[in-house]
């Protein structure tokens, strides 16, 4: 069973920026596509982003151009650098391996 821990949510200003951090326990991190989603109460669970072993990423249209995924696979970690944050983007972001594990989620608020 692998665990996953995400840190790194919080409230910022319109046009801040945060780093969120999900630390995976197990092995073979390397061999697994990682994934960053979130969910607001309105919507379903929505793709923010993700990243091979490789470290090719993809990402939702909505954050292109703004948030970067990226991964370091010697600390089992993937990271979510979200810059120019709007206040829809404010939702519980869960970090995912292979959309076969799961995070408890971390809260991103946007407001002024």
């Known amino acids: 069973q692998v665990q996953l821990v995400e840190s790194g949510g919080g409230l910022v200003q319109p046009g801040g920026s945060l780093r969120l951090s999900c630390t995976a326990s197990?092995?073979?991190?390397?061999?697994?596509?990682m994934g960053w989603y979130r969910k607001t109460p309105k919507k379903q669970r929505d793709l923010v982003a993700s990243?091979?072993?490789?470290?090719?990423?993809n990402y939702g249209d909505s954050v292109k151009g703004r948030f970067t995924i990226s991964r370091d696979n010697a600390k089992n970690t993937v990271y979510l650098q979200m810059n120019d944050l709007k206040p829809e983007d404010t939702a519980v972001y869960y970090c995912s391996e292979d959309r076969v594990f799961w995070g408890q989620g971390t809260q991103v608020t946007v407001s002024s």
């Open positions: 197990g092995s073979n991190f390397g061999l697994f596509v």
């Open positions: 990243i091979t072993g490789g470290g090719q990423a």
